[in-house]
């Protein structure tokens, strides 16, 4: 079956900080991989996508590798600023219009 | 317009009454969704309409009845709750290109944070 697991938080970083979400899934066929980000009392955006193999999604500096070989997707950004603290979901969708969720990870910059 | 809306932003309700969450887009998605979120945990599908046909029921009990009236329009109708229900109900939308082999993003709504009492 199709599952996603990402690293448990909070991860508190201090700003211009590196940052580093693991995710990892588990899947039959041939997923699209997501990053959604929730800020407090929102609804997800979308933050980056991967559709298939080696592709790398990036956006607003974080940047995420599809990679089949480790089935992962981890999130990276470079420098984090503050206004980056919010919940970070990892997630698979099939081809049957599902996604499943990883568990999400919340993310604390400090100044 | 790359925007879902979902109407009311907050919903109080008893366990007696009946009341109703609205979703819209006007993206030409052909898919929809609705989903519950708890607090700090990740959404859970509930329904999946695709071309205006309910394609997924993830078991959810009759309480809940989703409609969907057109392309655009996705509603979802709320009788007799328990105070478990209470959360936010996440409205999204999507492509539907699965014959193409495409596995499109979904669009979230604000979603509609839900008390039952």
């Known amino acids: 079956g199709n599952s996603v697991t990402q690293m448990e938080g909070p991860v508190t970083l201090s700003e211009e900080a590196f940052l580093t979400i693991n995710c990892t899934y588990t899947a039959t066929g041939y997923p699209s991989l997501f990053w959604y980000v929730q800020y407090p009392g929102e609804g997800l955006q979308l933050l980056l996508k991967?559709?298939?193999?080696?592709d790398k999604g990036s956006n607003k500096g974080f940047e995420a590798t599809y990679r089949k070989e480790t089935t992962s997707f981890h999130l990276e950004k470079g420098s984090v600023q503050v206004s980056d603290s919010a919940v970070y979901f990892c997630a698979l969708g099939d081809n049957f219009n599902k996604f499943y969720f990883g568990s999400g990870t919340k993310l604390n910059v400090k100044p | 317009d790359t925007e879902v809306t979902q109407t009311p932003k907050h919903l109080v309700m008893g366990m007696t009454n009946k009341k109703s969450l609205k979703c819209e887009q006007h993206?030409?998605?052909?898919?929809m969704y609705w989903y519950k979120q708890k607090a700090k945990k990740p959404p859970e599908l509930m329904f999946v309409?695709?071309?205006?046909?309910?394609?997924i029921n993830e078991s959810v009990p009759s309480r809940f009845s989703p409609e969907c009236p057109n392309s655009s329009l996705l509603n979802l109708h709320l009788h007799a709750l328990q105070p478990e229900d209470s959360a936010l109900y996440l409205c999204a939308s999507s492509q539907d290109d699965r014959a193409g082999g495409g596995y499109n993003e979904q669009f979230f709504g604000p979603g509609t944070r839900l008390t039952v009492l």
């Open positions: 309409y695709s071309y205006e046909k309910l394609s």
């Open positions: 993206m030409g998605h052909r898919a």
């Open positions: 991967a559709t298939k193999a080696d």
